[in-house]
């Protein structure tokens, strides 16, 4: 199920055209992630709650705390990245089909280990899953 979060979050972002998006539970090297932005989305967080039985489906509520970190070009400038979150990342976030979600944190930092501008943006998504029986 949290394969299914991550990917469905991925899929989202890259049908609004956002480029180089992996799920956390991806293994490619940074080297080859590109030159250029590149979108990380990530768990921090999940529960479910009992499931709700139907006739012909199972129906499980769940809450999650999605990560995602947009890592800057290699001679990012701290407004272009930015910009980049405004204009490609948050109105995804704040349109994500099947799941009702809120930006709850925005944080900068350098990675010193690959020498970077690193955005994470933390929100919280509620959702049900459907499992046909």
Do not use: C, W
């Not at 956002?18 to 293994?27: L, S």
Request: negative net charge; hydrophobic residues 40%; charged residues 25%.
């Amino acid at each position: 199920m949290l394969t299914d979060v991550l990917n469905s979050i991925k899929n989202e972002l890259i049908d609004a055209g956002v480029t180089n998006v992996y799920t956390i539970f991806d293994a490619l090297p940074i080297e080859k992630k590109g030159k250029n932005f590149f979108t990380i989305v990530g768990i921090s967080s999940f529960e479910t709650s009992s499931p709700i039985y139907s006739e012909f489906t199972v129906f499980i509520p769940f809450k999650a705390e999605i990560e995602i970190k947009i890592t800057a070009r290699e001679s990012g400038e701290l407004a272009a990245l930015y910009t980049y979150y405004d204009e490609n990342i948050e109105p995804v976030i704040n349109q994500l089909s099947n799941l009702s979600s809120r930006i709850s944190r925005l944080s900068l930092k350098h990675d010193t280990n690959i020498n970077r501008l690193v955005l994470n943006a933390g929100f919280s998504v509620n959702g049900i899953r459907k499992i046909e029986r």
